[in-house]
């Protein structure tokens, strides 16, 4: 157990989801998995534990931003034994490339934090892991999901001043959308020595203002929330 998880080692999975909203775990753990079982109720942060196809998974919810997801995230990897990392949430649209409704599987995590300052003197730039990548992106494409395989900015500024602008030039340089814990998750899965993948959904763009819907929204989070845990699943069977 930790300050923020009641949890008892062996009570999570080796494959985590991670979504920022408590109640999106909860909404995963109801809807996807078999045999779900509440494993955390610290500060409503829920998280649990089931099966999907007959494989333990879990699910845990981070809070919003770095700060908040790099606790939950360094507890699972430390005392929990976590293996496989993968975020699940949305994400804005910084490039006229991507639409509503598309998919980004970060390869890699620009940010505006200076977490990483406090003990790494240089500019890291952290990035996913490879094989949950290339599993996500043959398993996306193959099901016709609208994707795309580029850098995202983790930023820990929600209300920009200026939208779109604020970001200078880095769609410029492929960074085609902006969430809130992707580095951070990152960097700690390399300093555990542990698999990690950021799956998300743009559900709003801030070239074009547009948003979806509440029902489309669902939907596009129910293709992305399979997607992650059949990704998990292949990973096991590849790792035999």
């Known amino acids: 157990m930790t300050p923020h998880n009641e949890a008892k080692k062996g009570d999570y999975a080796e494959t985590i989801l991670l979504p920022g909203d408590p109640l999106r775990a909860k909404w995963i753990a109801e809807n996807f998995f078999e045999n779900a079982k509440l494993v955390n109720r610290v500060r409503n942060c829920l998280g649990y534990t089931g099966y999907w196809k007959g494989q333990r998974v879990s699910v845990q919810a981070t809070g919003m931003g ?63 892991d490879w094989d949950l990548l290339e599993i996500a992106v043959r398993l996306a494409k193959s099901r016709g999901y609208k994707t795309h395989v580029a850098s995202v900015v983790s930023s820990d500024i929600f209300y920009v001043p200026n939208g779109v602008k604020s970001y200078g030039e880095l769609p410029n340089h492929d960074v085609l959308a902006v969430e809130m814990e992707a580095a951070a998750l990152y960097t700690l899965a390399k300093r555990f020595n542990a698999r990690a993948l950021t799956i998300c959904t743009i559900s709003d763009c801030l070239v074009s203002g547009e948003q979806i819907g509440a029902k489309e929204r669902q939907t596009s989070l129910k293709n992305m929330v399979e997607l992650a845990l059949d990704s998990a699943l292949e990973l096991y069977g590849s790792e035999g």
């Open 66 to 128: 770095q700060p908040s997801a790099a606790i939950y995230i360094h507890e699972l990897l430390e005392t929990y034994a976590a293996k496989n990392l993968i975020r699940v949430g949305t994400c804005g649209g910084l490039s006229k490339k991507v639409k509503l409704r598309d998919v980004i599987i970060a390869m890699s995590a620009t940010t505006d934090s200076s977490m990483n300052d406090c003990f790494l003197p240089y500019h890291y730039a952290p990035f996913a």
